[in-house]
């Protein structure tokens, strides 16, 4: 590792900045795990497209339906291009651990944290029967915490069946080796979240279309996460790098040009991304920049061919420069 578990904290203060983006996992046509694309991937996200991190084996990127072998193999693909290429642009991994076994949440996170990853993920599990959870939520992150070195990441988000409070975040983050929360929460929750923990832990959500307010309104240094940094940007095209960046140097009337000339993007994602399909949305999207994305694995379920076309004339008309114009 490259800080003691003491030290988890400030080296998060210190390194977990920027944009990060969390992978979709693509699959061949047999649904493999498509290793080769899948590195083709990440190279272009960090090198041409500049994201600053990479959330691996999450919800995005199915980890549901993998086996434990297949998300390893993820985590191994991601540490090794991130932290074994000496000529390439910085860059940071956080990888997901999340499961409903606790033994497998160990075992994953043990695994990452001897790979050599920078953090681990571990989302607030689904919960039966239970109608007061704050005390069972607490002892699982300190479970995870005592068992680990590695700096661990919360996430609480709707499909969970609840939403863990600000509250409860607030003393989950005192745990030494607790460093982040990515919080999928309505707005005034992390808002709170971050007046109350924010000397102790990163609060961050996965609205891209929030992010410029929260750089601006709460003093946020770390988007973590979704697909939009690689789904909204080209390697001649980077306008979520460039409002980002004029938006922490301050120029912020500059920055919020640039961001809302993104909506034309935005929406010509949304209206065309079916309530059941978000993931093979995305991948689609992929394939159309010349991106690996493929197939999705069931329970999910893939495109028709015409939803693709819909997707293609939204894309083809939503002024994502693919091109340099000066070429």
């Known amino acids: 590792m490259k800080y003691k578990k003491t030290e988890a904290k400030e080296f998060a203060r210190q390194n977990m900045r920027g944009i990060w983006a969390a992978a979709l996992t693509p699959f061949t046509p047999s649904l493999k795990l498509d290793e080769t694309g ?3 991937n990440i190279r272009h996200w960090i090198d041409d497209l500049e994201i600053d991190g990479l959330f691996i084996a999450g919800k995005q990127g199915e980890f549901f339906s993998m086996s434990i ?9 991601a540490v090794e291009e991130v932290n074994n290429k000496p000529n390439s642009r910085n860059a940071s991994t956080i990888l997901s651990c ?5 033994d497998v949440v160990i075992e994953l996170a043990r695994y990452a944290q001897n790979l050599g990853a920078d953090y681990i993920v571990v989302h607030a599990p689904i919960l039966h029967f239970t109608t007061n959870q704050d005390e069972l939520l607490y002892e699982y992150y300190k479970h995870i915490s005592e068992n680990v070195e590695i700096g661990i990441a919360m996430w609480s988000h709707p499909d969970s069946g609840y939403l863990m409070s600000p509250e409860l975040c607030n003393r989950i983050a005192n ?10 929460v309505p707005r005034e929750m992390y808002t709170e979240l971050t007046r109350m923990a924010g000397d102790r832990l990163i609060v961050s959500t996965a ?3 929030e992010w410029f307010d929260n750089i601006v309104d709460l003093g946020w240094r770390l988007y973590l996460c ?3 940094p690689y789904l909204l940007q080209t390697s001649v095209d980077k306008r979520m790098r460039e409002y980002t960046d004029l938006a922490f140097a301050g120029d912020i009337k500059k920055a919020k040009r640039v961001r809302d000339s ?7 994602i949304r209206k065309t991304k079916p309530g059941d399909k978000p993931p093979a949305h995305g991948k689609y999207w992929q394939d159309l920049l010349g991106q690996a994305g493929g197939p999705v694995r069931r329970p999910m379920l893939n495109l028709t061919d015409e939803e693709k076309a ?17 070429a």
Request: proline share 5%; charged share 25%.
């Open 98 to 102: 999340s499961d409903q076994n606790m």
């Open 207 to 209: 609205s891209e279309e």
């Open 226 to 228: 979704s697909s939009p």
């Open 262 to 268: 993104l909506n034309p993007v935005r929406e010509a």
């Open 69 to 77: 072998s297949e998300r390893k193999q993820c985590m191994k693909i």
């Open 175 to 184: 745990l030494p080796n607790i460093v982040a929360i990515k919080y999928s």
């Open 310 to 326: 819909l997707i293609k004339i939204a894309f083809d008309g939503c002024g994502l420069r693919l091109t340099d114009l000066a």
């Open 38 to 40: 899948f590195r083709q």
